[in-house]
Nanobody
Framework: QLRLEESGGGSVQSGESLRLSCAAS??????????MGWFRQTPGKEREGVAN??????RFADSVKGRFTISQDKIKRIMYLQMNSLTAEDTAIYYC?????????????????????WGHGTQVTVSS
């Protein structure tokens, strides 16, 4: 079983920063066989991919490119999302997710339906 738990959400002002963490607990899985991503969702909208890390290679949605970074400590099994220059448009529930590496091919890495494991989410609220 692969379990994911997010933390680090909160309320900030526009222009400020937050760092989200995603802790993975695994039983019977090799965490290195998975690519991981961050997604976000606001009421009435579909869940959208924000950032992805696959065997050390990182990719970002255009909406966050240059402002967000994703990193991973495989020893501690923690993935991070550093969010800088936040705006009100970044307000959402943020989820971390994992999927076997083959599911992270181009065109699929930001598709929520390709991810098998999800955390429960953490709220990020940015006030303008």
């Amino acid at each position: 079983q692969l379990r994911l738990e997010e933390s680090g959400g909160g309320s900030v002002q526009s222009g400020e920063s937050l760092r989200l963490s995603c802790a993975a607990s695994v039983s019977g899985y090799n965490i290195n066989d998975y690519c991981m991503g961050w997604f976000r969702q606001t009421p009435g909208k579909e869940r959208e991919g924000v950032a992805n890390i696959d065997r050390g290679v990182t990719r970002f949605a255009d909406s966050v490119k240059g402002r967000f970074t994703i990193s991973q400590d495989k020893i501690k099994r923690i993935m991070y999302l550093q969010m800088n220059s936040l705006t009100a448009e970044d307000t959402a529930i943020y989820y971390c997710a994992a999927t076997p590496v083959p599911n992270c091919s181009s065109g699929a890495r930001f598709a929520p339906t390709n991810y098998n494991f999800w955390g429960h989410g953490t709220q990020v609220t940015v006030s303008s």
